[in-house]
């Protein structure tokens, strides 16, 4: 047995488990990576710099990798599901996985939404003791309360000053560029899991409505007010297995999916009205 091989098959062992924060958590991290510089006036990149892939030297701090779908897609928990656009986006920006295959893995992966270790309802959260256990295949409980910890170095007051300075506020009008590269992963990501990543007989979660709630309210920008969220926050998506079966064959209503629809026989201008921006603004805002 070669030793890639080997490797293949030591891993199918491991059983995954996966928290995920919001993409908003980019505030966060940012700050606590000018909070512990050696030195406060070390350079740093701004965070519209940020956007997109990381670069050398970014510390894995970048909207890139707060697309959480790119990197869960990689498990290979939906190879064998119909090609998605963010599989398409995948290959259109990320040179290594244009070519490398991603193999279908046979590990258990228990999925965790950062929220629900904060959660105020004590059933679901002995529920979620009770789930992890399970899975880990453990013999004792989790009586004990989740640990909480503050992280970052403590400096002087002059030296605080200036990383204070240079911490952001993610929501001020200067990082609009930033939270709509944040936002577009962030739906992306929502959408994809919910609909596909959910799909896999190998992937578990504890308290199914309040994690789907949760993921919900990736779609929405935590700085605009309720009048800008997305209507596919609240829509309920039924599973992707009751729409399309193993074999790709379409098995029911698929109609949801559609906003609307410019049909008609050839030459009777749907073209035109397709592109008529001021008969249809829908068609240019992503409605």
């Known amino acids: 047995m070669n030793l ?5 098959l030591t891993l199918l062992c491991f059983r995954v488990l996966l928290r995920l ?6 505030e966060s991290l940012y700050n606590f990576r000018i909070q512990n510089l050696p030195d406060p006036n070390d350079e740093f990149a701004p965070p519209l710099e940020r956007r997109g892939t990381c670069k050398t030297h970014s510390q894995g701090l970048c909207t890139d990798h707060a697309n959480f779908a790119l990197w869960l897609w990689r498990l290979g928990k939906t190879v064998d599901m119909p090609m998605t656009e963010l599989q398409k986006h995948v290959h259109d920006t ?25 959660d105020q309802d004590p059933s679901r959260m002995e529920l979620l003791k009770e789930d992890l256990r399970s899975f880990l295949g453990l013999s004792h409980t989790f009586d004990q ?31 609009r560029p930033l939270r709509d590269e944040l936002m577009k992963g962030a739906r992306e990501s929502s959408l994809w899991i919910r609909t596909y990543f959910l799909a896999s007989k190998d992937v578990y979660i504890s308290s199914p409505e309040f994690f789907d709630q949760q993921m919900r309210a990736w779609m929405n920008d935590p700085c605009e007010d309720k009048s800008h969220q997305d209507p596919r926050a609240t829509s309920k998506w039924p599973p992707l297995s009751s729409l399309v079966n193993d074999d790709g064959e379409i098995i029911g209503d698929p109609q949801f999916l559609l906003d609307f629809a410019i049909i008609g026989i050839e030459k009777c201008g749907k073209f035109l009205l397709s592109n008529c921006s001021v008969c249809l603004p829908c068609c240019y805002s992503d409605c």
């Open 21 to 26: 924060c919001s993409p908003w958590q980019f």
């Open 4 to 8: 890639q091989k080997h490797a293949r």
């Open 94 to 118: 990320h040179s290594y996985e244009a070519n490398h295959y991603t193999y279908p893995s046979k590990n258990k992966v228990f999925l965790i939404e950062m929220e629900q270790f904060k």
């Open 145 to 175: 309360e989740l640990p909480h910890y503050t992280p970052g170095k403590v400096w002087s007051q002059e030296s605080q000053a200036i990383r204070d300075s240079r911490k952001i506020k993610i929501c001020d009008e200067q990082y």
